[in-house]
């Protein structure tokens, strides 16, 4: 998970000691949890859009973990906070390419999202009786733009490598779609090897940024995109 707004982008270092801005970033990370039953219930009657509504289905994991993959809700804030606060040091380096830690208003603001230019899918399992996030795929519109929009992705480390990142990036491509966007993009460090080639399966181009080898563009035209482009 990371922030949308240019006010909170990341600046750093590449190996050769030069800088880059990156406004944008995209990680697969994840949360230890046990494997336990799932409820389908229903999406909030509030949700300010139609299409988020319809966005809620349950996925089952290869050892047959169900997991609830919904639209975000302004009442997830308590979820996503644990969600933030249980990644690994590594997890959220790769999401925000820093060290430091999202502030609570931050988390607010990615539970509060305006439908109009945002979308966010989260991926999450019943753990004790309490719902547990396990992952968040979103996208988000700049200002001055209206069919383009950057897209991250986090999972929680304990979901590493179960297919999760496709199920919620295959979610956020419908719902993107769906929303009237034409192009998505991402950042992403070279050295995530694992987001750049689920990029690429479902059809992301990958291309380096000028003079910073070590951050790595990622793009994907929704408007010729084949249906069947990520099977």
Request: glycine share 8%.
């Amino acid at each position: 998970m990371m922030t949308f707004r240019p006010d909170v982008a990341a600046s750093m270092a590449g190996p050769n000691g030069s800088r880059a801005r990156v406004t944008r970033k995209v990680k697969l990370a994840e949360v230890k949890m046990d494997t336990i039953a799932i409820e389908g219930s229903r999406a909030s009657a509030t949700a300010p859009d139609a299409l988020a509504e319809t966005v809620r289905h349950v996925w089952h994991a290869k050892d047959g973990t169900p997991v609830l993959v919904r639209a975000i809700e302004p009442d997830d804030f308590a979820i996503e906070r644990d969600f933030v606060c249980g990644l690994s040091k590594e997890s959220g380096y790769m999401r925000l390419m820093s060290g430091r830690e999202p502030t609570a208003d931050e988390m607010v603001r990615w539970t509060h999202i305006d439908w109009r230019r945002e979308g966010a899918v989260i991926a999450a399992v019943r753990l004790d009786g309490r719902e547990r996030q396990i992952g968040v795929a979103r996208y988000a519109m700049n200002d001055g733009e209206f069919d383009t929009a950057e897209f991250a992705i986090v999972i929680s480390d304990a979901w590493h490598g179960r297919g999760l990142g496709g199920e919620l990036l295959s979610s956020l491509i419908d719902l993107a779609a769906r929303s009237g966007v034409k192009r998505l993009f991402g950042t992403t460090l070279s050295e995530n090897h694992a987001m750049i080639g689920l990029a690429r399966r479902f059809g992301f181009t990958a291309y380096h940024e000028r003079g910073a080898a070590f951050i790595t563009e990622l793009t994907l035209d929704l408007h010729s995109r084949s249906p069947a482009a990520a099977s």
